[in-house]
């Protein structure tokens, strides 16, 4: 049984150390240690990750690795890796990396090869895909699937809404829209402009009890049979679950539905068939490409010493702000606009999976825990809440992702270089005034009156890793989740929490019931607090004044 982290002797170290480095800015770090920005820098396959703008020297590093081997990091990869059942509180294995294994290669867990299963319904996936875009696969009245409606949340959304548009200039299959919310505006506004004779409903669900995704399936089901019949649910509706038994009694034929397992996790699920619509807009030898690249990040995580390995020193750096610096959230800033929602995913793969205070065996967590995610791509970022990480009192490690090469390009205003050019250059400058700040000295240098030297000044040392593929293809997508992924496990080994359960949102989605009672009146008496008792109230009132 691991103990609390903070009575290792490497959190001890790590924290006397802190108090002697704290006062080293980012640019003495630099003036002193000139190759630490080539040197500080892991290549993990074809992405290029600088973490040399961070506030840790060699010796921090050496220790946070230690802090690693002490915590059996490791050790517990390799355990994930064999399917060992790590997911203690549900009694699972966690596999999302056996999404991406290849054929030939045999995992057994519980006495079944898992790759079969796996592949068995990649192949399935890649069949329905073909079909369909091929026109083969009509609706009920004979017209083909011009559009593709995927209907799920959290897990079952985020992961293929951020990759199809991250895909944009892979997508040469039908059009895939995305329904989340139970609030009806989501629905309705995406169901506005088409035709139910060309349109496929994907229904996503894990465990296909989810309310919001079962209430906007059953709306979609009657959008469709109020249009082509209660015969029409077949060529219209297909299913996603680990839960087959329930996708049926939703009335979704067995040929229709895709499964996957409870080894995997909601949010670690973008390569199972949670990823179907994702292949119907990309067609599966892409999204083949796409679980290559993640296998390819999984390959390096099994195999590069600590030193070299990505995930785990992003994991450790993780750990380092969070824990000794009590760092409260990172910035995830794509200069991308592509992927625009990779922050949202992000949010939940991670605070998920780590905002938790209870170690593994339930004892309370002494030492911060979890990171809040939060982040725009890049330059939108700039012009609205940069000011507080150039100039704020927060200390907030900020992610910097940047692609080589342009999905689009256009030239730039001044006719030199391109905008894909400028979008880079703004990456480059804002990891380097965020490190390096400017001084005093440097705005009284320029003539700024003595009044103003304080506001103009710019202190720095605000850390960040910036990472760089060659460009934003399904590959390089992929390797940037599975690192993503990897670092939460690392955060989550060294924390010694169960990075894969989510036992907190359970009591509100049954809160959300009792509440539901109480607005259409169907409750009688209080709601158990008096704050809820007047909002319901309030609500009531509402809805019948003008
Ligand atoms: O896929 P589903 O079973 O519908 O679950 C959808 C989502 O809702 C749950 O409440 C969990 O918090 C998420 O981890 C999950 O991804």
Known sequence: MPTSPQHGPSWKALADHQDDARSRSLTDLFAADP??????????????????????????????????????????????????????????????????????????????????????????????????????WTGATGRPIRTVINIGIGGSDLGPAMATRALRHHCDGPQVRFVSNVDPADLTSVLADLDPASTLVVVVSKTFTTLETMTNAAAARAWITGALGADAVPRHFVAVSANTERAAEFGIPADNVFGFWD???????????????????????????????????????????????????????????SSFYGADSRAVLPYSHDLARLPAYLQQLSMESNGKSVHTDGRPVAVGTGEIIWGEPGTNGQHAFHQLLHQGTRLTPVDFIGFAQPTDDLPSLGGQGTMHDVLLANMLAQSKVMAFGRSAADVARDG??????????????????????????????????????????????IWDINSFDQWGVELGKSSALEFGDALAGAASGTTGDSSSDGLVAALRRARTAA
């Open 448 to 493: 700024t009156p003595a009044d103003l030297i304080g506001h103009k000044t710019m202190p720095g040392d605000q850390p960040s890793t910036t990472i760089v593929a060659p460009r934003l293809t399904p590959s390089t997508l992929g390797q940037i989740i599975a690192l993503y992924e990897h670092q939460v496990f690392v955060q989550g080994v």
């Open 35 to 136: 190759a630490r920005g080539s040197d500080l820098t892991v290549a993990a396959a074809s992405l290029y990750i600088d973490y040399s703008k961070h506030l840790i020297t060699r010796e921090t590093l050496s220790l946070l690795l230690a802090l690693a081997r002490e915590r059996g990091v490791e050790a517990r990869r390799d355990a994930m890796f064999a399917g060992a059942r790590i997911n203690t509180t549900e009694d699972r294995p966690v596999l999302h990396a056996a999404l991406r294994l290849p054929a030939d290669h045999e995992l057994v867990v519980d006495g079944r090869n898992v790759t079969t299963d796996v592949h068995e319904v990649l192949g399935r996936m890649a069949d329905i895909t073909d079909r369909v875009r091929s026109g083969e």
């Open 263 to 321: 080894w995997v996790g909601g949010r670690y699920s973008v390569g199972s068939a949670v990823g179907l619509s994702l292949m119907f807009a990309i067609g599966s030898e892409r999204f083949g490409e796409f679980l290559a690249g993640m296998r390819s990040i999984d390959e390096h995580f099994l195999a590069a010493p600590a030193h070299a390995n990505a995930p785990i020193l992003l994991g450790l750096l993780g750990v380092w702000y």
